[in-house]
């Protein structure tokens, strides 16, 4: 029964939004302000957000694959070098796909916006190819550590991941709007050490550019149970600037403190000084977790610079494990800033001038995930996104989305996804429609 209703229960009524206020993340919008951009917890594909030890997660990833004999082609190629020897690592992807969607005709055949992040409908799209080159923190041992990350992508999705102050020139490249193609330099750089001495559990300080702590989807696909990415995390930040401490307390509960400059912002004349932190309470064995996570700062739309990249942020996530192949994820966001000055289209079509407002957004996104096997997995998502004033989409309402996925794992390296997703916009804001259907067809080669 409950997989009838996985498999039907999303082929209702739904929408997706993408972020809204800048030539680079949506063309139809007035409000120029660099894009939004979104992150998450580090998790891999097939375990549930927030689930997991923070500082656990990511190696038992990497040990995993090794003891299957799955190690990726870049590593196998550096094996026994001096390059290895010294602690380093590399990986990459390439992510592709092709959406099909019922937008049709020459003006809106390549653009499923404001539903992101593979907006081209009926095209191919490259949407990343991603290189990292990182020094692995080894949190077993009690012993002082430094390491370092560094990440950078091209391809389409780069109108979305550049952050103001870095390669941003390239969102009006194209007579004010961004080419289809970019590259972003530097999705994440950043120093880390490990100082098991605080807290029971120890410590990481991140110094640099990371993905936030907020939502629960991400830039990097590979750690995505679906393909298209919600209307919520395409409308609140993908990445902060500055110093970061995770310290986990003890076996329950894990801490995040940190001083940033404000949402998908490098430094530079748009930065301003925002707090990032958060608390996390899990149960024994993770069955259970709930997480809050906050931005907090001057809140403020730049009206001279004509950018939005300080803004509050509040967040509710709650993951329940009901055994090793279920999960339920609940993430709730509400967001708001002040000053807020363009124009946007009500939820009755007619269009409306902000001048020095208050405006704010949220939304409620549901998880059901089905780990079929190690090769295949199953998400249900149920979304529902206000932007009351439109000030992230450009179209002020209510937006519900609603996506069936599947996964399948072909090999460690290679992985083909799918989902059918509809949205429903209560303004028209989908090439003047209410409505869009999707289907992409998108794989990913890691290496």
């Given at each position: 029964?409950?997989?009838?209703?996985?498999?039907?229960?999303?082929?209702?009524?739904g929408?997706?939004a993408?972020?809204?206020?800048?030539?680079?993340?949506?063309?139809?919008?007035?409000?120029?302000?660099?894009?939004?951009?979104?992150?998450?917890?580090?998790?891999?594909q097939?375990?549930?957000?927030?689930?997991?030890?923070?500082?656990k997660?990511?190696?038992?990833?990497?040990?995993?694959?090794?003891?299957?004999g799955?190690?990726?082609?870049?590593?196998?190629?550096?094996?026994?070098?001096?390059?290895?020897?010294?602690?380093?690592?590399?990986?990459?992807?390439?992510?592709?796909?092709?959406?099909?969607?019922?937008?049709?005709?020459?003006?809106?055949?390549?653009?499923?916006?404001?539903?992101?992040?593979?907006?081209?409908?009926?095209?191919?799209?490259?949407?990343?190819?991603?290189?990292t080159?990182?020094?692995?923190?080894?949190y077993?041992?009690k012993?002082?550590?430094?390491?370092?990350?560094?990440?950078?992508?091209?391809?389409?999705?780069?109108?979305?991941?550049?952050?103001?102050?870095?390669?941003?020139?390239?969102?009006?490249?194209?007579?004010?709007?961004?080419?289809?193609?970019?590259?972003?330099?530097?999705?994440?750089?950043?120093?880390?050490?490990?100082?098991?001495?605080?807290?029971?559990?120890?410590?990481?300080?991140?110094?640099?550019?990371?993905?936030?702590?907020?939502?629960?989807?991400?830039?990097?696909?590979?750690?995505?149970?679906?393909?298209?990415?919600?209307?919520?995390f395409?409308?609140?930040?993908?990445?902060?600037?500055?110093?970061?401490?995770?310290?986990?307390?003890n076996?329950?509960?894990?801490?995040?403190n940190?001083a940033?400059?404000?949402?998908?912002?490098?430094?530079?004349?748009?930065?301003?000084?925002n707090?990032?932190g958060?608390?996390?309470?899990?149960?024994?064995?993770?069955?259970?977790s709930i997480?809050?996570?906050?931005?907090?700062?001057?809140?403020?739309?730049?009206?001279?610079?004509?950018?939005?990249?300080?803004?509050?942020?509040?967040?509710?996530?709650?993951?329940?494990?009901?055994?090793d192949?279920?999960?339920y994820?609940?993430?709730v966001?509400y967001?708001?800033?002040?000053?807020?000055?363009?124009?946007?289209?009500?939820?009755?079509?007619?269009?409306?001038?902000?001048?020095?407002?208050?405006?704010n957004?949220?939304?409620?996104?549901?998880?059901?995930?089905?780990?079929?096997?190690?090769?295949?997995?199953?998400?249900?998502?149920?979304?529902?996104?206000d932007?009351?004033?439109?000030?992230?989409?450009?179209?002020?309402?209510l937006?519900?989305?609603?996506?069936?996925?599947?996964?399948?794992?072909?090999?460690?390296?290679?992985?083909?996804?799918?989902?059918?997703?509809?949205?429903?916009?209560?303004?028209?804001?989908y090439?003047?429609?209410?409505?869009?259907?999707?289907?992409p067809?998108?794989?990913?080669?890691?290496?």
């Open positions: 029964m409950i997989t009838s209703w996985l498999m039907s229960g999303l082929m209702v009524v929408q997706a993408q972020p809204v206020g800048s030539p680079a993340r949506l063309a139809p919008l007035t409000i120029p302000e660099v894009p939004p951009l979104g992150t998450i917890y580090s998790v891999r097939d375990v549930p957000p927030n689930t997991t030890s923070p500082f997660e990511k190696m038992e990833g990497e040990e995993m694959a090794e003891e299957k799955d190690k990726l082609l870049l590593m196998k190629v550096l094996e026994g070098s001096a390059f290895q020897e010294r602690g380093l690592s590399a990986r990459g992807y390439t992510q592709a796909n092709y959406t099909i969607s019922n937008m049709t005709g020459q003006t809106v055949r390549k653009n499923n916006l404001p539903q992101a992040m593979n907006y081209m409908g009926n095209q191919f799209m490259m949407e990343q190819s991603a290189l080159v990182e020094k692995l923190l080894d077993e041992k012993e002082f550590q430094w390491g370092f990350n560094l990440t950078a992508l091209a391809g389409t999705d780069y109108r979305f991941t550049t952050s103001n102050n870095l390669a941003a020139g390239q969102n009006t490249a194209n007579g004010g709007f961004p080419n289809t193609y970019g590259i972003d330099p530097m999705t994440q750089g950043y120093l880390n050490a490990w100082l098991p001495g605080i807290g029971e559990g120890g410590t990481e300080i991140k110094l640099g550019k990371f993905w936030t702590t907020i939502f629960n989807e991400s830039i990097d696909p590979t750690l995505n149970r679906t393909v298209s990415r919600a209307v919520t395409m409308s609140n930040p993908f990445t902060n600037t500055g110093v970061l401490a995770t310290t986990k307390l076996d329950r509960w894990t801490m995040n940190g940033v400059m404000g949402a998908d912002v490098f430094f530079g004349p748009a930065a301003q000084f707090y990032l958060g608390l996390k309470y899990e149960t024994e064995g993770a069955k259970d997480a809050f996570n906050t931005m907090i700062g001057p809140s403020a739309y730049n009206q001279n610079l004509k950018v939005l990249t300080s803004y509050d942020v509040f967040e509710i996530l709650y993951s329940h494990n009901f055994n192949d279920w999960n994820t609940l993430d966001m967001s708001f800033a002040n000053n807020f000055q363009g124009t946007v289209t009500n939820r009755d079509g007619s269009t409306y001038v902000l001048n020095d407002e208050w405006a957004w949220y939304g409620f996104v549901n998880y059901l995930t089905y780990n079929i096997n190690d090769k295949f997995s199953t998400t249900s998502r149920v979304e529902f996104f932007d009351c004033k439109g000030v992230r989409t450009g179209y002020a309402g937006y519900s989305t609603f996506t069936q996925a599947l996964t399948y794992k072909i090999k460690e390296g290679f992985w083909f996804r799918t989902e059918l997703r509809y949205d429903y916009a209560q303004a028209r804001a090439q003047g429609q209410h409505g869009l259907f999707t289907l067809l998108d794989f990913i080669i890691r290496y």
